[in-house]
């Protein structure tokens, strides 16, 4: 024993170095006989030793090798080596076949539930389009139905047990700049300046994901939104970006909708700011009036109230034109006034309902839509309406109202906009002292030289006496203040600027306010 002892000792000093240098060479070959040697060592001294990194193919080839020239006492060893290697292999291989076999038995059940999922859906087309008058045949139609039920349950069941992970990956990490999870991120992209480099990227990706994360409602909305509606107003479009200004309005619509007091309390100031374009102006003006929209009827009815071609074009003349341009009103038989949108709105569900109109118990019923109280009536007087009128006739808005070559464009959009208010607000308490300053301010407009004002005067008139549910008891009442008309001051007018105003809209605008206030109707803009 201690000849084997001082043998093994001896073999172990001539063996660990040359093993050792092996297994620090930096060539594959060397490494890998290290490593067989040192298994066989192992092996022959009655240890074990396996290296993971050694390829199979290499080991069992060496190790047949060494079987032939190590001594015979080690030739169990080496064999029992090389025999458990080949099982690992084997069972590589069952693996990887049972592998393949799983795919294609995997790829076979999702054709199957493909193919049950559309017979389920012909099936369930089929029931949906029988004529309610026809003759059914009794149980039929219930077999049918079970016949779908069951196929629907078994699909069920079936595509929970294949259910899988979702592979697809849209790669939006790779791109050059991310997009921004928290609104400061957002204002950093947008405040990064046109010398950089990767200025024209970080504009692109900032602008098209603003809207979406306002209205996700981060945390540091209420604090940052102030700051990122003064970039966005004051944001020019250095790099010529596609739907730039329409990127510019959605951001600054969704912070005025959900932070009113905080962005409007800047917008309004911006409109009498002589720093500020003509353009930016009736940007701001635009705003607030969706906003005060959205905080009405929702962001829904909202959009759909709003004129598609004007959501869609970048053009800014077309824009202006369309803001400064008044609603067309229609007079009915009944004496309500509907303009175009509230008609293409009301057009819409009339179709609706005619198609929900059904015999058969169980389809096509749509639920009631929920009530929803409107936010706007609370910030209007205080937010909206009083501070845009006071800043247009104080001291600061000289700028706007004389010395501005387009006064008379300004105020058009700026009759529009608190006719938009006054309207938004008609079903809340806040109706009778919005209407009040509005007929006010629209009255003392109304002789005006351009057309164009004379216009969104007789418009705002209306809106002012819509507003309320009795357009002459508001005249009664306050009749003599705030500059408010007579009622018969009103109905002269109207008489002769249809007789007599040059311009067809105007006269035509009001012949419509003389018929509506003979009539007392509720009028609805």
């Known amino acids: ?76 060893d080496v064999a029992a080596v090389v025999s458990a290697d080949d099982e690992r292999a084997a069972k590589a291989k069952v693996y990887e076949r049972y592998e393949v076999e799983s795919k294609i038995a995997s790829r076979e059940a999702e054709k199957k539930r493909r193919r049950k999922a559309r017979e389920s859906l012909r099936n369930a087309q089929a029931l949906t389009t029988k004529n309610p008058d026809d003759v059914v045949v009794s149980g039929s139609e219930s077999d049918e139905e079970d016949d779908v039920f069951e196929d629907d349950d078994r699909e069920s069941s079936e595509a929970s047990s294949l259910e899988a992970f979702d592979l697809t990956d849209p790669g939006d990490d790779l791109a ?67 739907r730039f200004e329409l990127h510019c309005r959605q951001s600054l619509v969704s912070l005025a909708a959900l932070q009113p007091r905080e962005v409007v309390a800047y917008l309004v100031p911006q409109f009498v700011d002589p720093e500020l374009t003509v353009a930016k102006r009736i940007e701001v003006l635009d705003c607030l009036a969706a906003a005060a929209r959205e905080l009405a009827f929702g962001l829904d009815r909202a959009v759909a109230l709003d004129d598609p071609s004007y959501a869609s074009t970048d053009d800014p003349a077309t824009r202006r034109a369309h803001v400064a341009a008044p609603p067309t009103v229609d007079l009915l038989e009944n004496g309500r006034r509907v303009s175009s949108s509230s008609r293409r709105v009301r057009r819409h569900s009339d179709d609706d309902a005619t198609a929900n109109k059904t015999r058969r118990w169980g389809y096509r019923r749509n639920p009631a839509e ?13 937010h909206f309406f009083f501070p845009l009128l006071y800043a247009y006739l104080s001291p600061s808005g000289k700028k706007v109202r004389v010395d501005s070559s387009f006064a008379g464009l300004l ?97 035509a605008l009001t012949a419509n306010i003389a018929r509506a206030l003979d009539s007392q109707g509720t009028l609805l803009l």
């Open 411 to 507: 105020l058009c959009n700026l009759l529009n906009t608190l006719s938009v208010f006054a309207h938004c607000a008609a079903t809340t308490p806040a109706a009778p002292a919005l209407a009040t300053h509005l007929l006010a301010f629209a009255w003392a407009k109304a002789r005006d030289d351009d057309p164009a004002v004379r216009r969104s005067a007789c418009v705002a008139t209306v809106t002012a006496l819509a507003s309320v549910p009795s357009g002459l008891g508001l005249l009664q009442r306050h009749a003599g203040t705030l500059g408010l008309p007579q009622a018969q001051d009103l109905h002269a007018f109207a008489a002769r600027a249809a007789a007599h105003d040059p311009d067809p809209s105007v006269r």
């Open 176 to 242: 050059a700049v991310q997009k921004p999870r928290y609104l400061r991120d957002l204002l950093d992209l947008l405040e990064t300046k046109r010398e950089k480099e990767d200025a024209r990227d970080k504009h692109v990706v900032a602008l098209e994901s603003a809207e979406a994360l306002i209205r996700a409602r981060p945390r540091d909305l209420r604090d940052v939104a102030p700051a990122l509606a003064k970039v966005v107003l004051n944001l020019g479009n250095n790099f010529d970006l596609p």
């Open 370 to 382: 929920a009530a929803r109280p409107n936010e706007f009536g609370a910030l209007a007087p205080r």
């Open 1 to 76: 024993a201690g000849t084997n002892e001082r043998n093994e000792d001896s073999l172990a000093r001539a063996v660990v170095p040359g093993v050792n240098a092996h297994l620090n060479s930096t060539r594959d070959d060397d490494r890998w006989a290290g490593m067989v040697v040192a298994e066989a060592f192992a092996a022959v001294v009655g240890q074990t030793l396996s290296f993971d990194d050694l390829p199979a193919d290499y080991r069992r080839d060496a190790l047949r090798y060494l079987g032939d020239v190590v001594p015979s006492a080690a030739a169990a």
